[in-house]
């Protein structure tokens, strides 16, 4: 169902911010050399509640969204859309300086596919990532970063780094290619971004 604040889709669960202590945790105890309780504290943010909260927006059901058939807008055709949809190495890490790295929709604590990476190689068992969704970590999956086009690709969109935002893989693809008017979701540029003390786990070495 569409948030009702009007900021997201979905309103992330708890279980999410706690998965996100968890990996914090991990990093820290794996700076500190603690191996073994780091992944303990990677398996304890493999939560079913959060893969619970994701699977209807894999589905690609649309059962998660609330969309006025009136006002749903044609896309345009492949060949009237911009080039080069997806941003430069350079523009993720101006989006990233400018965003931080919480969601800008729904806020939730994301995590470069970069670092996730490095962690599933250190912690191949605990930071589980196959491929398919039922096999990923459920942490690591809802908190993967995103870099979303307000106005979509599919709606003439470029990928100028005004029109795109930092955003969790949930909100990103549980959109779909809607106008955020479409699904009653304010601009979230007009928020300013979250700042806090979540690093995204970039310090993990």
Same mark, same amino acid.
């Given at each position: ?18 998965? $996100?202590?968890?990996?914090? #945790? ?6 500190? !050399?603690? @191996? ?5 504290? /990677? &398996? ?44 430069? $190495?350079?523009?993720?890490? #101006? ?6 790295? !919480?969601? @800008? ?5 994301? /995590? &470069? ?66 106008? /955020? ?25």
């Amino acid at each position: 169902m569409a948030n009702a604040s009007g900021t997201c889709i979905s309103d992330p669960p708890e279980e999410i911010h706690v998965a $996100a202590r968890y990996l914090d #945790e991990a990093v820290t105890a794996h700076m500190q !050399n603690n @191996r073994a309780l780091a992944a303990d504290l /990677i &398996r304890a943010a493999d939560m079913p509640a959060i893969h619970a909260w994701l699977k209807p927006i894999w589905s690609n059901s649309e059962q998660h969204l609330v969309v006025p058939a009136a006002s749903i807008k044609p896309t345009l055709s492949k060949e009237s859309r911009p080039p080069a949809r997806m941003p430069s $190495a350079a523009q993720k890490r #101006e989006i990233h300086q400018r965003d931080g790295y !919480n969601c @800008r929709f729904c806020g939730m604590p994301v /995590i &470069r596919p970069e670092v996730r990476r490095r962690i599933s190689i250190a912690y191949a068992e605990a930071a589980r990532w196959g491929t398919t969704e039922a096999q990923q970590h459920a942490g690591f999956q809802a908190m993967w970063a995103q870099y979303d086009h307000i106005v979509p690709h599919a709606h003439g969109g470029t990928s100028e780094i005004d029109n795109m935002v930092l955003t969790c893989a949930a909100c990103n693809f549980g959109r779909g290619s809607y106008l /955020i008017e479409e699904l009653g979701i304010t601009d979230p540029r007009l928020r300013s971004p979250l700042r806090s003390a979540w690093d995204g786990l970039e310090r993990f070495q």
